[in-house]
């Protein structure tokens, strides 16, 4: 495997696909559970970690399945990092400076996808020295 255009694009797509179900997954549990923003916004990232990992590694990275758990566990610690970044924009932009919460999720989306994907490429997947 190499770092082509197609690689790129396929990057590109699962995490477009990932940052479309998380934007949904919170506006849809927010609605649900009626409970404070920080919570859902929490509930949200966890729910979407597994799926997106499941994406990676099976559409864009392909690494063997006897790595699993190895990237399994550095794919959490990866979105636990975003995943505070994520949560503490989110907050202060909806609830301390009132953002509407659609146009807070885009901004907190945007800022965690750039982050997840540099990492997934150079530690979740070593993918950089794999691919290189």
């Known amino acids: 495997m190499t770092f ?32 404070d923003i920080f919570f859902t916004a929490i509930i949200s990232r966890v729910m979407t970690i597994f799926l997106a990992f499941l994406n990676y590694k099976l559409f864009v990275f392909k690494t063997k399945w006897k790595f699993f758990f190895h990237e399994l566990i550095k794919i959490y610690f990866v979105y636990l990092l975003s995943t505070v970044v994520y949560v503490i924009l989110i907050y202060i932009l909806y609830e301390m400076l009132f953002v509407n919460l659609y146009l807070s999720q885009i901004l907190g989306i945007f800022v965690t996808f750039l982050i997840v994907n540099k990492a997934h490429i150079n530690f979740t997947f070593d993918a950089k020295k794999k691919l290189l």
Do not use: A, M, P, R
């Not at 590109?12 to 409970?35: A, E, K, M, Q, R």
């Open 4 to 35: 082509n255009n197609k690689t790129k694009f396929l990057l590109l797509c699962i995490g477009l696909f990932n940052t479309v179900i998380g934007f949904f997954s919170l506006i849809y549990l927010d609605h649900l559970l009626n409970i």
